[in-house]
């Protein structure tokens, strides 16, 4: 069973910038969308941006422009480089590796992604906290 670590959370001040990396403790095969999903309290998590396998970056329209996310050292390695960051980007940030397309990934429905992960269709880390004040 992969596990995602993640790095890199931590308060910042609105306009300021974040970056948060994800490493696995074993391989994920590079037919995995992986990405990131933020959870507020009370909320639902929601897909933030991804990598596919070959490299295409997806991102949902809110952080567009702002955020960077990038997949490296043979697809094993993610990072996410946050940057104009708005109060409503406080969130608990989860690193997930998953095997559909992001497009797929990004947008599935809390249900979905239940499913998934109880096929272990889903790996996901233990979520790192990011604060804008």
């Known amino acids: 069973h992969v596990q995602l670590v993640e790095s890199g959370g931590g308060s910042v001040q609105v306009g300021g910038s974040l970056r948060l990396s994800c490493i696995p403790s074993?391989?994920?095969?590079?037919?995995?969308?992986m990405g990131w999903f933020r959870q507020v309290p009370g909320g639902r998590r929601e897909g933030v941006a991804g990598?596919?396998?070959?490299?295409?970056?997806v991102y949902v329209d809110d952080v567009k422009g702002r955020f960077t996310i990038s997949r490296h050292d043979a697809g094993n390695t993610l990072d996410l480089q946050m940057m104009s960051m708005k109060l409503e980007d406080t969130a608990v940030y989860t690193c997930?590796?998953?095997?559909?397309?992001?497009?797929?990934?990004?947008?599935?429905?809390?249900?979905?992604?239940?499913?998934?992960?109880?096929?272990?269709?889903?790996?996901w880390g233990q979520g790192t906290q990011v604060t804008v004040s």
């Open positions: 074993g391989h994920i095969d590079s037919s995995f969308c």
């Open positions: 990598v596919d396998h070959d490299g295409t970056p």
């Open positions: 997930a590796a998953g095997r559909a397309s992001c497009q797929d990934f990004l947008s599935a429905t809390a249900t979905e992604l239940q499913t998934f992960t109880r096929m272990q269709y889903v790996f």
